[in-house]
């Protein structure tokens, strides 16, 4: 199985609190990056509201009793609104629904991953996994400094292929927390978290 490509991008602002973010995304920090990105989020938007549109036509199509008092004569007035009950009306419902089912799927689908790790001084950590879609939440968990009791780096076999990760190991608890459990990036990057981490979380000694 292909390592995904991850980038680590690292935001600190207070020398107490650091976040360090992995994603598979490209950085947005040039202006066509940008520009790529809102562009794609805006035609998912327009591409999703119109297969709502052509559902709720169909709908209204094949129940005329769930419609909105006047508003199919305002369709039926306009040649654009005929144009699309006419189009709509063609496609059977047996393909209309799986179809627009995909591709409000597609829609909702980031294509991209990311996890993060919030270090707070003398508080704790917080691990954030996103979801794979607009739809669903990330999973998040909150682990306090008392309950630390080391982070390391470690090694396990994942298929065929060796992988490090970095882990946390929680008082209390048999299995370990591992951070960044879904992309598992590079060693290079899980050496610069995993010094970052040690170095943020605990108070400096003097």
């Keep these: 199985m292909p390592v995904p490509t991850c980038n680590l991008q690292i935001y600190r602002p207070t020398p107490a609190t650091v976040l360090y973010t992995v994603s598979t995304r490209a950085p947005l920090t040039t202006v066509p990056a940008r520009l790529l990105h809102y562009s794609t989020l805006a035609a998912r938007i327009v591409v999703a509201s119109l297969v709502v549109l052509a559902s709720w036509l169909k709908w209204i199509s094949v129940y005329p009793g769930f419609q909105w008092p006047g508003l199919e004569n305002e369709l039926r007035d306009s040649r ?3 144009s699309c009950l006419n189009l709509v009306g063609r496609v059977p419902t047996v393909y209309l629904v799986p179809a627009s089912l995909a591709v409000l799927w597609l829609c909702a689908w980031k294509g991209y991953r990311e996890e993060s790790l919030l270090v707070l001084r003398g508080l704790g950590i917080q691990t954030t996994s996103s979801s794979a879609t607009f739809l669903s939440t990330s999973s998040t968990r909150f682990i306090p400094t008392t309950s630390i009791q080391d982070i390391f780096i470690h090694e396990a076999f994942k298929g065929l292929e060796v992988r490090f990760y970095l882990a946390i190991v929680v008082e ?3 299995d370990v927390v591992v ?5 598992l990036p590079s ?3 899980i050496e610069k978290v995993w010094r970052g981490a040690r170095s943020c979380l605990y108070e400096p000694k003097t």
């Design 187 to 189: 060693l290079n990057i």
């Design 80 to 82: 654009l609104g005929r």
């Design 179 to 183: 951070v960044f459990p879904n992309l």
């Design 172 to 174: 209390g608890e048999q």
